[in-house]
């Protein structure tokens, strides 16, 4: 079977959530449940409307732009974008258009993959645009919600260097990644905040791969709403084409078209044909003035990108001691490093807290499938468990047991945290309790000494069993260990 390689560009488009207002218009920018109750008149192409510029918009976009190492332009302008479409109430979009003075033109992103090996992605350009309606379908009628009329949108547009689907989610991982940490958008799949289109072709591995005439039909899948379905989509229709190419029906069969990510079949399904350059009539937007961008300005939104997760990550391996695995548990999603971020200014050892937020709570967020903001143990609560560990006050169980009832009954853990379910540190109390035990199990002693190491947990069972489980396990070994070799 001869090996394909395959060439795949992303088309990612995120909204805009950290402004109070959408880009053009008044309304309110948030996410809301219930239909229509975030509209103004421009929203819905009312006669006599205008368009008003959101300048923290441009600022958001322009600094999307420069983490992602594009050009900036000197002047800003937006274009309109004609076609008609059920949720488009103006029959036309306001947007940017590439390759022209977007937020950002050219420039790159390095991508690092589980293995910590990095692979880097050209950018063709992002563009702030807005957001059109949405439909709602119901069996016989299909409803518009204007609610994400005018949302403010940034399109990012990759250039095709993407081989796998593994990468492709990588990418958008590290995308969402980008837009969280620096107070864009909470880039969040589940509110439609992130959408993405895929092209999708293949070349015979042994052809060179700079020469474009050796590559397949590009193949385009719109709008797919979740990660897994553009890791699916991807590995779906690589499969696809390279069964064309195998039985001989490629030509026939692969045509350059907008297919769509069916998650019931899990197949791509044709949507239409796709001519190589659709004319959308674009022309410069006459009711939004074209303006320059100051290099004061443009210096002022560098100066203020924030601390971004890959500079968290090497503080946590560099400056924490963090494994090179925990670092990226732990910056994966900007709620759950800032999580961790307090525990350790509260004063929790770096590592144990790193421990902690990575195996329990994350644990108990997938367990409840909630966020980290949704979890009854603030930071200040598991310092009220981490300080009992350091204090002798519980085991490593019992501050596990104390962790999951607290979350159970709702209450702080220092409610179960008293005297009377203290772990026993005192080593006058554990050499009573231990010469005790070992005064009754001489047998037990002689099969040890002959040789039978294995009957040194037997005894460490016998005194956590007295103890119910209070007894310092470190201590009762170095107890044992001592009160043993004296026998």
């Given at each position: ?29 948030s ?90 992605v ?73 959408r ?20 397949g ?8 709403n ?52 659709i ?47 925990d ?15 307090e525990?350790v ?143």
């Amino acid at each position: 079977m001869t090996k394909y390689i395959a060439k795949i560009g992303l088309e990612m488009h995120c909204e805009v959530s950290e402004t109070n207002t959408k880009v053009f218009s008044s309304a309110e920018n948030s996410y809301k449940e219930t239909p229509n109750t975030n509209v103004r008149p421009i929203d819905m192409a009312f006669p006599g409307t205008l368009p008003v510029l959101n300048k923290e918009c441009v600022k958001l976009s322009l600094m999307a732009s420069m983490i992602l190492n594009c050009n900036q332009p000197e002047y800003m302008y937006f274009e309109r974008k004609n076609y008609y479409y059920p949720d488009m109430p103006k029959n036309y979009q306001i947007t940017q258009n590439p390759p022209e003075d977007c937020v950002g033109m050219g420039g790159y992103v390095d991508v690092l993959m589980d293995d910590d090996t990095t692979f880097r992605v050209g950018i063709d350009n992002i563009h702030l645009e807005e957001d059109a309606a949405s439909l709602d379908h119901f069996y016989s009628t299909s409803n518009i919600d204007y609610n994400r009329a005018g949302v403010p949108l940034l399109e990012l547009v990759t250039k095709p260097d993407i081989h796998t689907a593994k990468e492709a989610v990588a990418f958008l991982e590290h995308m969402r990644s980008v837009y969280q940490y620096a107070g864009i958008s909470e880039a969040d799949s589940k509110k439609g905040q992130i959408r993405c289109d895929v092209n999708v072709s293949i070349m015979d591995a042994s052809l060179d791969e700079e020469n474009p005439e050796n590559w397949g039909t590009k193949v385009e899948i719109k709008n797919v709403n979740s990660f897994g379905g553009v890791r699916d989509a991807i590995n779906y229709e690589i499969e696809r084409q390279t069964e064309a190419k195998e039985n001989g029906t490629y030509d026939t069969e692969i045509e350059q078209e907008t297919r769509r990510w069916d998650e019931d079949s899990q197949t791509t399904i044709r949507m239409r044909s796709k001519a190589d350059a659709i004319d959308y009539k674009y022309f410069v937007e006459p009711n939004i003035p074209r303006f320059k961008i100051s290099k004061e300005w443009l210096e002022e939104i560098r100066a203020s990108i924030p601390e971004l997760a890959p500079q968290r990550r090497s503080k946590y391996i560099e400056e924490y001691g963090l494994s090179s695995y925990d670092a990226t548990v732990l910056v994966k999603e900007k709620a759950i490093s800032d999580y961790y971020e307090e525990c350790v200014k509260l004063g929790i050892d770096a590592k144990v807290a790193a421990n902690w937020v990575t195996v329990n709570i994350v644990g108990e967020l997938n367990k409840q499938n909630i966020t980290i903001d949704e979890l009854y143990i603030r930071p200040e609560m598991l310092k009220q468990i981490t300080d009992a560990i350091e204090k002798g006050m519980l085991s490593s169980k019992q501050a596990k047991e104390v962790f999951f009832k607290a979350i159970e009954e709702q209450k702080e853990p220092k409610n179960y945290i008293s005297a009377e379910n203290a772990q026993i540190s005192d080593e006058g109390e554990l050499t009573r309790i231990i010469t005790e035990i070992l005064d009754n199990s001489t047998s037990q002693i002689e099969q040890y000494k002959s040789g039978k190491d294995n009957l040194f947990d037997y005894f460490v069972g016998q005194v956590m069993k007295n103890t119910r489980g209070k007894a310092n396990p470190v201590m009762t070994k170095e107890i044992l260990h001592k009160e043993l070799d004296k026998r």
